[in-house]
């Protein structure tokens, strides 16, 4: 038992020393070849709507599988436990799964419940010396973020958010045109994420479960986005926000907010986060040679876009099945997606998303 922790810590750390960029031509589950590899075993944490799509898409991995559960909801349990084939001695509630720590048979957990939880539930995943895999937002503000990183660090086990747009073919493709030069300077990011957001009474519309409204649930797509599709880090926010119903979108809860980045070469964006329009998953950047534009931009897809050079046609494969497999591939082969997908990453998202919130709160330029 001891021994294979051992083993997956010592492949982690030497995965460090082994960078390679991990592209569409090798991804796992697009590909026809065997695999008779190592097999990241993943237990999900939160039995709820996303961590559903990602059960279903671990199905089609070939290099992670569904082996364990954590849940408040005993009959939750019972139903998956029966669907995927689970064993009881590998399912947990909230207030024992402390105890994974002693179950050889999980490599890591997946966090997917609401965002003001992720950062104790990934202290004490981290205590229980099992990889962390969490969902995006990777909690609640920057400080939380960084508290996350420090926990992986010190348990040696590693931190990974669930950016499946990492691992996306169509998106990874324009990642690649854009650091071969192909759109020349990038000067431009326009990104648009939103949705009319339903029941009034959902975690996603409390402060202390969510942190924030539309920005920290679908506006962190152009957060990230605006930074992989320029590729540099931005150095001033500004940020306006607007209400049209305080009583659904509450003090601290955004219900939309526009954005603007400045970045180091003089490259801008301009944002638009929302919980109240619906049709809006759209990027757009420009630079001194070419451009893209993508749409839908960030929802499960299939993605569509074009660039001057003409329409994207990498293939459409479930995101998740990517990301899981793609996870899979860093842990024990030190593979890394194009733009990581580590804790850090996570951390520089939540620093942005801090500033916008104090730019939108005071109409300050915020410097980062
Ligand atoms: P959800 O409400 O459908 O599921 C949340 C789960 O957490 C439920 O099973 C619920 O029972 C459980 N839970 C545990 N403690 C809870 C508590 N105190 N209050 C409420 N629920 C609690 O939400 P979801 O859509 O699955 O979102 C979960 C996480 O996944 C969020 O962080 C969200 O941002 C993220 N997410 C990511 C994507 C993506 O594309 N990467 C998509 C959707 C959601």
Redesign the pocket.
């Known amino acids: 038992m001891g021994s294979r922790r051992d083993f997956l810590q010592k492949l982690s750390v030497s995965a460090v020393s082994l960078p390679f960029i991990y592209s569409p031509t090798n991804l796992f589950a697009a590909s026809g070849d065997p695999y008779d590899g190592p097999i990241l075993k993943v237990a999900i944490m ?6 559903t799509r990602v059960a279903e898409a671990m199905q089609s991995c070939k290099r992670a599988k569904l082996v364990g559960l954590i ?3 005993p009959s939750k349990i019972e139903k998956w436990k029966a669907q995927y084939s689970i064993p009881d001695k590998n399912c947990y509630n ?1 207030d024992n799964f402390d105890a994974i720590k002693n179950n050889p048979d999980i490599d890591a957990v997946y966090i ?4 003001g ?2 950062k104790d539930q990934t202290l004490r995943v981290a205590k229980a010396g099992k990889h962390v895999i969490c ?3 990777m909690g609640i503000n920057a400080k939380e973020g960084q508290e996350m990183v420090d926990a992986c660090k010190a348990a040696n086990v590693k931190l990974l958010i ?1 950016y ?1 747009m990492h691992f996306e073919p169509k998106t990874v493709a324009v990642i690649k045109m854009r650091k071969e030069g192909k759109f020349g300077t990038p000067k431009f990011f326009q990104g648009q994420s939103g949705f009319t957001i339903g029941d009034p009474t ?2 996603r519309l409390n402060k202390a ?1 969510s942190g924030g409204g539309a920005m920290m ?1 679908i506006g962190i797509y152009s957060v990230n986005g605006a930074r992989y599709m320029l590729g540099e880090e931005p150095i001033w926010v500004t940020a306006q926000e607007t209400k049209t119903d305080p009583i659904k979108f509450k003090e601290g809860i955004d219900e939309t907010i526009q954005f603007q980045m400045g970045f180091p070469s003089g490259a801008v964006a301009n944002c638009l986060s929302t919980y109240n329009m619906n049709n809006l998953d759209r990027f757009f950047m420009t630079g001194s040679k070419g451009f893209v534009e993508m749409q839908p931009s960030t929802g499960y897809g299939p993605i569509e876009g074009r660039t001057h050079e003409g329409p994207l046609t990498q293939p459409h494969v479930t995101h998740q099945t990517l990301q899981m497999d793609g996870m899979a591939a860093l842990i024990f082969d030190g593979l890394q997606p194009i733009v990581p997908i580590d804790g850090e990453e996570g951390v520089k998202d939540m620093k942005i998303i801090d500033a916008i919130f104090l730019a939108a709160k005071t109409g300050n330029k915020i410097k980062l």
């Open positions: 939160g039995l709820g709507s996303y961590g849940s408040g909801t909230y997917i419940t609401p965002n939880l992720h969902e995006k937002p669930g499946r959902q975690w479960l649930d």
